[in-house]
């Protein structure tokens, strides 16, 4: 019964922290691979930046040639214009640029204002329709193959110059996240097993008490019925003798009556010192021995136990020492507790332990 309750206790303990170690290691997880996109986007923003300051923005041919003519043509061509006044010299833009990105496991790809790819390091183009997304995606080209992306307009003096998009290999948050995970459920898995057995051996700690306290109750019980059997069979006893004499003396069935109503006495002191004594086995009270008179207290016993001594044909006596040298003949009080010292006697139905006084 104890063992089940161990087991279960240890079980709900294990399982309660578990499932708390689970928690904590999804929040990290989260945690953990949310930085690790921000600091992917961190880096595209600042590649986007870094090239819309380097872009070499030049006037297109058709905004030079309209320089030079007069007002009147200039305007007559600009009502219907062909081209826009100004462009981006790709060449000059992006030649500095594409080794230093290509360290850093960065693409570029570069649009025109309608959308068509002018350049790009990528070997293989993607196919992935262009839209701007300042703010970054995830884009899966395959099962294997995923880009984090930034796409950008770029404008100027209220043009649209054209659409820089900008990749950078997921990897990058996938392998860290992987071997994070890998760790956590190594981390995870000893730390649970670590758990319970902490508690098993708490669980066998916080029972202890409640063991100990049954056995004591099944001592205690076991003590109440064997003390309570023999009082009870001395009053029945005398009741029995009482009622099958036809003629009762006055004087016996008063005497028989007197050792009634004291072991009735006694069997109420003997429950309070069964509840003393749990009591005082657990802790809760602590023994105060008074002092008794052995000689009294044999004489109580005698008296209780003629009748069954009769019946057994059994005379009982007792004769108490006398002093050398005259002097009191009562023997000295001894200290101790009278209800302690009478169950030392022999019970009807034992054999003493010691010889029997007659």
Request: charged fraction near 20%; avoid cysteine; charge should be negative.
């Amino acid at each position: 019964m104890f063992q089940a309750t161990r087991r279960r206790l240890a079980l709900w303990y294990t399982a309660v922290t578990a499932v708390l170690l689970l928690l904590f290691a999804s929040g990290f997880y989260l945690y953990v691979r949310t930085t690790l996109v921000e600091r992917v986007d961190d880096t595209l923003n600042h590649v986007v930046e870094i090239i819309e300051r380097s872009l070499v923005i030049e006037p297109s041919p058709q905004g030079i040639g309209q320089e030079r003519l007069g007002e009147r043509e200039a305007l007559a061509t600009a009502a219907d214009p062909t081209e826009p006044p100004l462009r981006v010299n790709v060449e000059a833009s992006f030649r500095d640029n594409a080794k230093s990105l290509e360290d850093d496991h960065i693409d570029l790809e570069w649009f025109s204002p309608n959308g068509q790819l002018v350049w790009s390091t990528l070997t293989d183009l993607l196919p992935v329709p262009l839209h701007v997304n300042p703010a970054g995606e995830t884009v899966r080209v395959s099962q294997e193959t995923v880009f984090r992306q930034i796409t950008q307009q770029v404008q100027s003096q209220g043009q649209v110059l054209g659409y820089l998009r900008v990749s950078h290999p997921w990897f990058e948050v996938t392998k860290p996240s992987r071997r994070l995970i890998l760790d956590l459920a190594v981390g995870l898995s000893l730390m649970v097993g670590a758990v319970a057995a902490i508690g098993w051996l708490l669980s066998g700690i916080a029972i202890a008490p409640v063991r100990d306290s049954y056995q004591q109750l099944k001592q205690f019980t076991a003590d109440a019925s064997h003390e309570l059997r023999n009082p009870i069979a001395v009053i029945q006893t005398n009741a029995q003798v009482a009622l099958a004499d036809p003629d009762p003396d006055a004087a016996t069935q008063q005497k028989q009556f007197q050792v009634i109503e004291r072991l009735t006495r006694r069997l109420g002191r003997l429950v309070d010192d069964l509840l003393f004594l749990a009591r005082q086995e657990s802790g809760l009270v602590a023994l105060v021995p008074a002092s008794i008179r052995v000689d009294a207290l044999l004489e109580e016993v005698l008296e209780e136990q003629q009748v069954i001594a009769a019946e057994r044909h059994i005379q009982l006596q007792y004769d108490a020492p006398r002093r050398a040298g005259g002097g009191d003949d009562r023997p000295t009080p001894s200290p101790g507790d009278p209800n302690d010292q009478r169950q030392l006697l022999p019970k009807e139905g034992q054999q003493p332990t010691h010889p029997p006084l007659y």
